[in-house]
């Protein structure tokens, strides 16, 4: 395997500490980069699953994340229960792996929350030695690019092998040459912002005191947080569901605790989803619950609302928008819990040719399946190694992130998504557009 060179002492299969040789540098063969790992970048549950398939065709890989342990995010999100049962939520790939090593699976119809997730599957997989030996820690990966060529040279590009560019925990930046990337670094932690513009300004930055993004744990270690205030939750997804049940169990402790669900749907129904008539019944029954509370006025629904400013006046938050076609000043907030969505993190692949769609910011291929401005089925048609392209090759963006920021992704989708990307950079052709793919029917495609 060709060396490269890196600024601190470290031995491993991809990286050397001697200096650099220019010479040497410049005379080395193209050819040889097949010889090079994949590098996997996250180690969530697509990026474990895609070392798992990467182990099981002996292809050589280094998986980096750049948090302190496996699915750092996942852990902020342990409290939450998914609504896809075990079925969907392992890999084929990891479970064979796992199985040789004699671990049992979890009963396929139970749900598991994100810590069960952790605890059940993701920990036993990571640290099965042919992936603990290849993973790590505290790597955050800052850059990609082809080998000493910038975004705008084209000569021999093709044949140049990966460049990535990590920091470790202590800022030591270590180069990584690779054959291929996968980024499977998803979009938690870039929440879209409050305002339906969707810009970022300082003016809400500044509010980060008022104002969580994500699925709070509002039922343990944040329940003094809001317990028996009044709270407003914006965004009309599952995340928004999810939020909206855990404050209702606080509001059924404490009667002073306020909800107000805040939309920019035009009706509160299109929320609901296909309740009964979804094939994943615990989906369904999350629409089904909210349908319940909101008949029975305990949550108040504010929709559609265009929110344009957020404001401290007297130690509560407010908020200005429109609603429908008037103006509508929400005030006396405690707290505001925002579920509207996430969006990809394109910062450190800028030095990469992408096959980006404009609108959604998912792969171009995949962005008529899935933009919900013109549809809004959850289920997508199968896809693999084919649909992921981009324009430079040897490059994938899989799970989550390579929807952008359309919302109807699921873990089993990711699954396959890195089958077929693996089967194709180890040369199973016939396997790679074999993609099969059985996803559950939300039971809604269109409101009425």
């Known amino acids: 395997m060709r060396s490269i060179h890196i600024t601190q002492t470290q031995s491993n299969s991809c990286c050397t500490t001697a200096p650099v040789n220019q010479a040497r540098h410049e ?9 090079l790992p994949v590098i996997v970048i996250g180690a969530g549950p697509i990026g474990l699953a895609a070392a798992a398939h990467l182990a099981e065709r002996g292809e050589d890989f280094v998986l980096l994340e750049a948090g302190a342990q496996i699915g750092q995010h ?23 792996l796992l199985a040789a090593q004699g671990w049992t699976a979890p009963p396929e119809e139970e749900l598991p929350t994100g810590q069960q997730l952790l605890d059940l599957y993701l920990n036993p997989l990571s640290q099965l030695p042919v992936i603990q030996s290849r993973l790590r820690l505290n790597s955050k990966v800052v850059a990609v690019s082809k080998k000493d060529t910038d975004l705008m040279k084209s ?13 470790e925990a202590g800022g030591e930046l270590i180069r990584y040459e690779a054959k291929a990337v996968i980024d499977a670094t998803g979009t938690w932690g870039h929440a879209n912002p409050l305002y339906a513009s969707g810009v970022w300004t300082n003016e809400e930055r500044s509010l980060s005191n008022k104002v969580y993004y994500g699925i709070p744990d509002v039922k343990g270690a944040e329940r003094d947080q809001f317990i028996g205030k009044r709270i407003a939750v914006v965004g009309g997804g599952h995340s928004a569901l999810n939020t909206l049940l ?15 669900w805040i939309m920019r749907k035009s009706s509160v129904a299109e929320a609901y989803g296909g309740e009964a008539n979804d094939q994943l019944s615990a989906r369904g029954e999350l629409g089904s619950r909210i349908h319940q509370l909101v008949d029975a006025k305990r949550v108040e629904v504010v929709t559609p609302f265009r929110i344009q400013k957020a404001k401290m006046l007297n130690g509560k938050m407010s908020l200005t928008g429109v609603h429908k076609e008037g103006a509508l000043v929400i005030s006396d907030l405690d707290q505001v819990i925002v579920n509207a969505g996430s969006r990809p993190d394109f910062s450190f692949l800028s030095e990469l040719r992408l096959s980006i769609d404009p609108a959604t910011e998912s792969i171009a291929a995949l962005a008529p399946l899935i933009d919900p401005n013109v549809h809004s089925c959850g289920t997508v048609r199968p ?10 090759k040897g490059f994938y963006i899989v ?30 052709l016939e396997a790679a557009l074999k993609v099969e793919l059985d996803l559950p029917e939300t039971g809604v495609c269109s409101i009425s």
Not at 77 to 83: D, E, I, Y
Not at 87 to 92: E, F, R, T
Not at 246 to 260: K, V
Request: charged letters at 25%.
């Open 27 to 35: 005379a080395a063969s193209h050819s040889d980069s097949k010889s």
């Open 74 to 96: 996942v852990t902020e999100w342990g409290h939450v229960r998914l609504f896809s049962p075990w079925q969907y939520n392992v890999d084929k790939a990891a479970a064979k």
């Open 155 to 167: 000569a021999h590009r093709e044949k140049l092998p990966f460049e990535v560019y990590a920091e």
């Open 246 to 260: 855990d404050l209702a169990d606080l509001q059924t402790l404490n009667s002073a605790t306020e909800i107000i």
């Open 383 to 392: 896809h693999g190694e084919q649909e992921l392209r981009h324009v430079e």
């Open 399 to 428: 799970g989550m992130k390579s929807y952008g920021r359309a919302p109807t992704f699921l873990m089993a989708t990711g699954y396959e998504q890195v089958r077929s990307v693996v089967a194709y950079l180890a040369g199973d």
